[in-house]
Structure formats: C-alpha cells, structure tokens
C-alpha cells in the first residue's frame, strides 16, 4: 500500500487531468495554469498570512469562456474561487485547494460610457480607477475609491462591496452599481438589477453585491457615474487629543455637513505617512483630521467656512485649507499611502476594518491603546472617521509564528469590541476567512442560519467559493468554547465533496 | 350532504373560532377584527381594482405582540398579509381569503433622532412625513417622498422601496434604511443592517427592502437623514413637443447637474393639474419640465443658471425661475396633486410604474398615443423623467367591467414596451399582484427560479404575504399562451395549506 502523502498526490494529479481534458478547447493556449511554480502568484490574496495552493488557475478571456468553464467545473464537481486583482483584505480570493481559483483580470474592457444616462458597463476584470479615467472625458468618475483604487478589479469591488475615503458622501459600491452579469454556480447565465433606480422583483442585486463570490461568478458591471466636481478643497486640522478629534467629527455631520471624506490619523500613523511622503502634516498633533469638501465653487468655499467654524469650535489647535489642487492632493498624500508607509515601520501588519458609531471613536481608540498592552504589539490608527470605518493596522512580524498569534487575537479583539459598541466587525474589507470567527460574535444562530439558507437558494452544492463568510455552526461552538483565534487555516470548515 | 357554499362559510368559521381563541390574551381589547363590516376597510389598498375580504385583521400595539402573533398563526398555519397604511398601488397589501391581514399601524411611535449620527429609528407604523417632520427641529429631513407620504409608513415604505421625487439626487428607500429589525415568517426575532454603511455578511438588509412583506415583517426601522437644504429654487419649462422635452432631460444629467428633482408632464396631464390647483403652468406647451436644485444658496443659485442654460439650449419655449419659498411651492403644487388631478377627469385610474433609459422617453410617450388608440381610452402621463421612471395614468370607468379589462391590457402593454425598451415593469411601486403577469415577461424561468428560491430561504411554507410578486410556473406558461391579462383574481396562485 503506498503512504497517504502518495495517494493524496496522485488523487490531484486525476483531478488536474481531468480538469485540463475537460477544459482543452474553451481556455485559449496558456490561460490555464497548472504547474506550481504558476500557481505560486495565486496563493494568496491582500491577507498574506493566509496562503493556499489552488488545483489549478484559469485566465478566461470573454465572458462565454467563464460560462463554459463553470458548466464544466459543475460538472465535474470543482469548486470555484473567483478572483479579480487579489488585493482583497479579508482573504475572499484565497484559494481552495481542491478548487479551481477563475481569475477575470482578462475580461478588463470598458464596454460603454453613456453620458446622457451617467452610466458605465464595464467588464469585471477592468481597474476601479480605469472606470474614472474614462470616464473623466465626459465629465464623470466613478465615485468608490479603494486605496488599491489602481490595481483592484469592477468585479472584486463588487464582490467585497468596497467603499473608500468618498463613501461618506457618495456611498459604497452597493450604492453605485445598477446592474451585473454573470452566471451561477451552474454555468446559467443571470442578470441582476437594471438600469432605473430600482428594479423588479427582489433585489438579488443588492444581495450579491458583498456576497465574496459565494452566490455567483459576475462578469460585467453597470456603474453609476457621478458629475466630476469643479472644485475640491481639503481642510487638515491639529488636535492635542483623539477624542476631541473623534468629537469634532460627530459635531461636523450634526451641523448637516456631508463633506467628500472626513479621515481621522493618529500621532504614530501621521509621523509615519510624514517619514513616507512629507505631507507637511503636524506632527506634535495627536491626531489629524483630513476633511474634504467638493462641488460647485461658491459652495465649497461656503462649506469649507462651516468646517472651519465647527472645527475651531471644538478644539482645533491648527487649521490649514488647500489653497490650489496641488496643495489638495499633498494634504492627501499621506493618507492616501498610509498603508504603505505603515510597511514602512513594520515587516507586516494586520489591517482591521470595523465599524462603530461616531460618538464611540474617542472610547475605541483608548480601548485600542489598552489592547496593545494586553497583546504587546504597536498598532497605528487611520479611520474613515466620518462613517466611523476604522482601519487600526497592527504591526508585527510575520516570521514569527508566536506574533502573528497574537495580531490575530488583537485583531479579534477590536473585531468584538466593535459588536459592543454597537458596531460591525466589516466596514468595507469583507469577511473572507478573517472573520469567520468573529461572524459567531456578531450574528445569532438563528441569522447565521439564515445567510447559510440564502447560500444554498443560488448555490446548493457549495462549489463557490466554499468555506468563506458563513462559518459552521460547529465553528462557532467551538470558538465560543476557545474564545482564542488560533490561526488556524479556514479549511476545516470546507464542505466535503 | 351540505352545498360547497355551506361547507366553506362553516371552514371559516371554524378557522376563526381557533384564531380568536389562540390570539386570547395576547392583543388587546378591539384588535383583533372578526366581524363582516370591520373588515370591508381592508378589503384592498391603493390598488382598488383587486378587493379581497380576509379571515380577519389585527392591529397590534408593540413589537412584543407582533412577534407572538406571528407565532400563534405559524402554529395553526395561518397566513399573514403585512399592511401600512394601505396606499400602495400594486396590490401588496391585497388580503389573503385565508389569511390575516397584520396592520402595523400602531407601531407609530420615533423613538430617537440623533443629530450627531444623522439617523432617526421609528417604529414601522410611523408616517413618512412624520419623520422629516421630527427630523426637521434637528435641521434634517428623511429624503424618500412618495406622493402618499402624509399617509404612508416608513414600513410599507421599506416593502415598496418606495421612492418620489426627490429619489434622483438622494435614492430611493433602499438607500436611506440603515437598519430594520422585526421576525420571520415563524415569529423569530431578526435585525437585518446595522448603523454603519456596510453590515457584515450577507446583505439580508437590502433583500428585505422592496420584499413586499414576503420574507419577513418589519416592525422597526433607522433610516439616515439628510441635512435639510439652506434653498430650494424650481425651474420650470415650456416645450411644444414631448420629444424635444425628453431630449432636454437627458442634456441636463449629461451636463453633470443632479437636480433634487426633474418631473415632465404632458399638456393633458398639466391641464388636469392646473384645473385641480392652479398652479399657473402654459397650457400650451406639449410638456412641462419641473426642475428643482437645493443646497447652499451661492451652489443652488449657479445650478439655476447652468440649468436654464441648457434648457434654452435644448429649445423650452419659456423658463421660469422660482423667485421665493412661496412661489417654488406653488410651482410643484400641480405636479403633487397630479393623481387627485387625474381622479377629478376620470372616475378611475389605473396607475402605471415603470422604468425606461432617460434616451428613450419621447419614443415612449408616442408609443403610449398609439396604445391609446388601440385600447379606445385615455391615458395623462407624469414622469420622474429624471430617473426614467414614467406614472402614465390610464383613464377609466370601473363601472364597466370591459374599460377595466382594457385598461388592464393597455398597462400590460406599458410594461412590457418599457421592457422591451431596456427598462423594467416597476420604479418604486412594487409588484404586489397588478404585475404578477408581467413578471413573466421581464424575468427569464432561471430568474424566477432564484426568487422562489430565496423566498423558500425565509418562508419554506408560503406563509407571508402568499401569491404575491413572484408569479408560478403555471401562470407564466399560461400567460405565454394567451398573452392576455384578464383581469382574474390574484388567487389562482395561492399555495394550498
């Protein structure tokens, strides 16, 4: 009898070829990736401490391709990771690895822009940011900005139901997307949503945007595209301490200002942004408040006096308004590469992503602080204060197995202290793998149940994307047991098949 | 043996003998409506056209009662028909023979507006209008308007995904609900949202928002509130034909402006109007555009001009600008008064709710003259022009059985032009049971599929609000065959129980 490892090498080697005779004459030369030194790009995605090697990578080119693929892979009962640029947060495009990871970077061509409709159909392999770029032409841009605005993908937007720093004012994807389509885990072509504001029947739309690819493989996206303001100034505003900075933010929305984005950076994450980039920012603040107003000229000058006035009245100890776009954008420059510069100052770190009340910044931050005692790891703090979106990035060294333990537990923790506040353990990174756990903490069974129930309505025999967002219930048992996040890697909640 | 007839009144005796025994001791005094005469007010809602008398109709007065009610009726397997204030106009709130009607009418109290989170929470029997009125002490308003919202419910409102019109510039229902608790069809407690822009998971929110009390029912909502503008200023516009009216509607979106609304009515309409209310619009233009713009004064007063500009551009006859609160109010109060208006030339009305591509809507109003030819009835049309979203208003007599007849296939018709066109057979008035037939029509037997699908997820025995929106297998194979609305009685779709 040969050894377990053996038999378990030569099973995938009957499923790859399988696989690659079912597939032979849909995928072009080339678009699937079987060796493993081509899958090793795929093994992950923006949550690099988790990493998998799938079966196989394909790169389909249209979308007629995608269908067929996914009536074979049905067939053959392959589980499907659909993935876009791999820059999600959550680990939603990790990879199975007895599945197929379905790539649709190579469906990436704008379709049509219709300015009389303030529309755009793009395919879902197409860059957030190409979206704007076409359509600044005709005086429009597509308002949701990831910060991986560059590289992330229309399709993994959707599927993570991505924000950015303009969700304030503009809201999320779910916001501006009217349409998608797409096909189900079976290979049947769907359309969901419609061109009007609302559409017929349920709103399956709205459902699957945020779904992480577990209810259906979305090909092609209609956008709304909002009118190009004429003119954005940035206020930046110095506080001696976070939670009047976290009150200036409440004050701002209950005067019935609804600037383009209100963010909220902590002493060690402006000295770090500042050490990457030299914003000019003030780095004897406590905190840094970046608040953006955009529209017609008169109005913004009209507003940015009435976010001075709030900001003076609540304790700013500095205030400087862009005076010219190029001031503008090095106001933002910064926190648009906070991220990077917190690489910077660590080898790794965690970004978290909840979201709590605004009345409740000030607290979380001194609760934050607490936790990096209680973990003994530094954290730098950069939030979407205006919706009260936090980002803490937990710094660490991944090379140390004992610390990544415990930047998942410090992660974990501000996951649930985000429940108790009344928040939510995801503000626009999604649940993946990440969160599978604090998912037990945020939903009763009986909820938990019922998302599992909306799963198995599109997708009965769990081949999408198995494994994420839902966790099992004898996860949640178990975790409540353990209440201890013990990176381990999400499989033990794969369906068998 | 006893006659059908006999057998059937001493079932429903003997079914509500069990159901005022089971609901002893849990509603009030006078909440639970037994007798012929009080049930005649809840034979249907807006849509008059479809009457039903149901088994009986409770009015309960807090969550607590709802939820053991719900209970009692998913032990003896009565179904439920969830009702606001009955204005909808698709026959959502139809009663079911069977069934009992669940009026959340007494669910009316605004249990908190908070400025410094821009959210109120009512219960869901609160008015529409009653919200923005509390909201407006806080300098807010709550922006979905439907024309019934001094009567209307924020719940009927969340069943509907209820829009108005000021839905192009702040979207409908669905993007204005934060947050909804309630139970499902079993009487279990659920929450759905949460109080930052995204929730974790799925989002059950956004399914439940125009699920016409299929999936669960909603006894409280937090909604997001909307600072209230410094000004408002109206535009309206005159033009000799619907065509050239159509064309400037498109202009002004791809001119990058959002007005707060953008209403077109033909000269019949107008006429009806201004009959009804005295508005002062030209009668001789073939269209009036209304066109609204609010903000900041300096912001609202350049739109005025950027849009009066483009008007003049895209060949209105006469544009006149709001000069004062007064006037601006007397502008829209024709538009307001639109549906009484038509009510005051027409006994009856059927009211039609569809969606078309801005680029399409001078194409549509011809269409509508030729139908109005072939059906030999009269047809007033009110346009959400901004958003597509067209209000024809077919005239008739329900006096005589044929007239309906043909009104019916006349806003078949309407529907599925709008259809075939690119549009959808609903804006903001939902499905209920007016649309059943054109659901076949707009969705492929997949599509269908999925939704009976999710309705099982939440419902797998038919209990809430049975019949409605999601047609049968058999209707649509049979409404293929005839391609005839007939005017039958919803009910041949009920699932037995």
Chains 1, 2 share one sequence.
């Not at 209810?215 to 303001?229: G, S, Y």
């Not at 980002?391 to 930047?407: N, T």
């Not at 939903?443 to 309505?457: P, T």
Request: proline residues 6%; negative net charge; hydrophobic residues 45%.
């Amino acid at each position: 009898m040969r050894p377990p490892a053996d038999r378990a090498r030569s099973e995938r080697q009957r499923r790859l070829a399988d696989l690659e005779a079912a597939l032979a004459g849909v995928l072009p030369a080339g678009a699937l990736l079987l060796a493993d030194e081509a899958l090793v790009p795929y093994e992950c995605d923006g949550l690099t401490a988790y990493r998998q090697r799938p079966l196989a990578v394909a790169i389909p080119e249209d979308e007629a391709q995608v269908g067929e693929l996914l009536r074979i892979c049905h067939r053959l009962g392959v589980p499907i990771v659909p993935r876009g640029a791999g820059t999600g947060l959550s680990g939603g495009a990790l990879p199975h690895p007895q599945g197929l990871s379905l790539s649709l970077a190579k469906l990436d061509r704008i379709l049509s822009i219709d300015a009389a409709a303030g529309t755009a159909t793009v395919e879902a392999g197409v860059r957030n940011l190409a979206v704007s770029e076409a359509a600044a032409a005709h005086g429009f841009f597509y308002a949701p900005d990831p910060s991986s605005q560059i590289a992330c993908t229309l399709g993994g937007n959707v599927a993570e139901n991505s924000g950015g720093v303009h969700c304030l004012k503009y809201g999320l994807t779910l916001h501006n997307v009217l349409r998608v389509r797409g096909f189900t885990a079976s290979g049947e072509p769907v359309e969901f949503g419609g061109l009007g504001l609302d559409a017929a029947g349920l709103d399956l739309l709205a459902l699957v945007v945020g779904s992480e690819g577990m209810l259906a493989v979305i090909t092609e996206v209609t956008v709304k595209l909002v009118p190009l303001p004429p003119l954005a100034r940035c206020v930046i505003a110095s506080f001696t301490d976070v939670a009047t900075a976290g009150g200036a933010v409440a004050a701002i929305v209950a005067a019935g200002l609804v600037p383009a984005g209100l963010e909220l950076m902590d002493r060690r994450m402006t000295a770090a942004a500042e050490a990457f980039v030299h914003a000019g920012y003030d780095l004897q603040a406590a905190a840094i408040l970046l608040c953006e107003c955009d529209g017609l000229p008169p109005e913004v000058d009209e507003q940015i006096e009435r976010v001075r006035a709030v900001l003076a009245a609540r304790g700013a100890t500095r205030i400087e308004v862009s005076r010219d776009e190029a001031e503008r954008l090095r106001f933002w420059s910064g926190r648009k590469n906070a991220f990077p510069a917190a690489g910077g100052i660590s080898p790794d770190y965690l970004c978290m992503d909840s979201t709590i009340p605004r009345r409740c910044l000030a607290e979380m931050l001194v609760l934050i602080e607490a936790m990096e005692r209680k973990f003994a790891l530094e954290c730098v703090n950069v939030f979407h204060a205006g919706d009260g979106n936090l980002h803490p990035l937990i710094l660490f060294d991944a090379a140390d197995p004992e610390q990544l333990r415990r930047a998942e537990a410090f992660g974990a923790e501000i996951l649930e202290t985000s429940v108790r506040l009344g928040g939510t353990i995801s503000g626009e990174h999604g649940i993946g793998v990440e969160k599978l756990n604090s998912m037990c903490v945020q939903f009763s069974a009986a909820e938990r149940a019922q998302f599992a129930l909306v799963k198995e309505a599109f997708d009965p025999q769990q081949r999408l994307n198995p494994g994420k967002v839902i966790p099992t219930l004898a996860r949640c048992a178990e975790y409540g047991r353990l209440h201890v996040h013990r990176g381990q890697l999400p499989h033990a909640d794969l369906p068998r098949f």
